[in-house]
């Protein structure tokens, strides 16, 4: 069954980290100017963050981290990726994280926190040069690259970066790895939660793999069965009259992208179940006319606005879990909250659940509930 807590307000000693970093996360409209090339760490005094040009398996891909990717490891015991949104601003999302991690007291020197940036077709002649580059839309869905001689698909770079960082003889002391992502980033953390083949491989090598999942605009559905009542507690096929498509990948399994080729949708939510995500909704994330909801007749389908998909989608997994199946997921609806990065990761649940403080020590910034199911 599903974890649901609900952590009390109190004083936070986050709450002034939450408040800066939501200067930080707004800097997304400059996006499209920031990234240069370049190998070396972020420090802080710097006035943006330099990306790493990190060689995975065959290709070269652009992070950024507060450790060089290339140096020594041995003492990182935690990694947390925080993954950006549909602008591509890692940066952005990186500094956001590293304020963060700041205001926890964790020691730096045992965290190495990345922020994978993947570019976009409009990055074209932004220093990206090289390197595979997506559909604007396409890596949060895990297509293939779209330029000539690359074709890996967005998720298989998320299996590679995973490689990287639970290999132990580079990382010998690692025992938790957190992937988190927010809006655009939360559909492709979600969806690579459910496909990837290598989750199960990690955790048997007694590492900790975690999910965070907060505010994406849709879910994948494992069956063409969507919220059918007001109240979202009854399920059955969508209109098709309204959206022929609708079960398409990325809302369904139909058309999946080549990574995930071959699965059947009911054996995915069994596996999925058994994995450790967390998902995080703002209570206002209501808007059904906000500027970056997805508005495709497939994602229509799931629910008008983001707090009401998010219901949905929470509710499906139980509808579809058989007796006696342990669904291994928590949910919390983050108060008084909309589509802001930087208060979900920065609020009481979202803290804890990115970096892993535990309950006794969980930090301040906005309140969070169990989900009204």
């Not at 652009?62 to 015991?77: C, E, K, Q, T, W």
């Not at 132990?168 to 927010?182: E, I, N």
């Not at 990837?196 to 505010?215: K, T």
Request: aromatic residues 10%; glycine residues 10%; positive net charge.
């Amino acid at each position: 069954m599903f974890q649901t807590v609900l952590i009390p307000m109190r004083a936070a000693r986050l709450a002034g980290a939450a408040a800066m970093i939501a200067a930080l996360a707004g800097c997304a409209a400059s996006a499209g100017n920031q990234a240069e090339a370049g190998t070396r760490p972020v420090s802080a005094a710097a006035a943006r963050p330099q990306w790493q040009r990190f060689h995975l398996r065959g290709y070269d891909f652009p992070v950024y981290a507060n450790h060089p990717l290339d140096g020594d490891m041995s003492r990182i015991r935690e990694v947390v990726f925080v993954q950006h949104g549909l602008q591509r601003n890692g940066d952005d999302y990186y500094a956001a994280g590293a304020a963060l991690l700041k205001a926890t007291g964790r020691n730096p020197d045992e965290v190495l926190l990345i922020a994978p940036n993947f570019p976009g077709t409009p990055d074209q002649g932004k220093g990206f040069d090289n390197m595979p580059r997506w559909s604007v839309q396409g890596w949060m869905s895990g297509e293939n690259a779209v330029n000539a001689p690359f074709s890996v698909s967005s998720l298989q770079v998320m299996d590679d970066l995973l490689g990287y960082v639970t290999d132990k003889s580079r990382f010998p002391a690692v025992t938790r790895v957190t992937v988190a992502g927010h809006s655009g980033g939360a559909q492709i953390v979600h969806r690579y939660a459910v496909l990837n083949n290598v989750d199960e491989q990690v955790r048997a090598r007694g590492i900790d793999l975690r999910y965070v999942v907060a505010n994406p605009s849709s879910y994948l559905y494992f069956t063409p069965v969507r919220p059918a009542s007001a109240d979202g507690k009854v399920f059955a096929p969508y209109d098709k009259s309204v959206c022929a498509d609708y079960d398409k990948y990325r809302y369904g399994m139909q058309d999946i992208v080549p990574y995930a080729k071959g699965t059947s949708g009911l054996a995915l939510y069994r596996r999925y179940a058994g994995r450790q995500v967390t998902y995080l909704v703002g209570s206002e994330d209501n808007d059904p006319n906000h500027r970056v909801l997805d508005k495709a007749c497939g994602a229509e389908a799931e629910g008008p606005t983001r707090l009401q998909r998010a219901r949905g989608y929470l509710r499906y997994e139980r509808y579809l879990a058989s007796p006696g199946l342990v669904i291994r997921h928590q949910a919390f609806e983050v108060a008084g909250v909309g589509h802001d990065q930087a208060r979900m990761f920065g609020s009481q649940c979202g803290a804890r659940a990115v970096f892993g403080l535990p309950e006794t020590d969980n930090p301040g910034g906005a309140a969070c509930q169990a989900p009204q199911l």
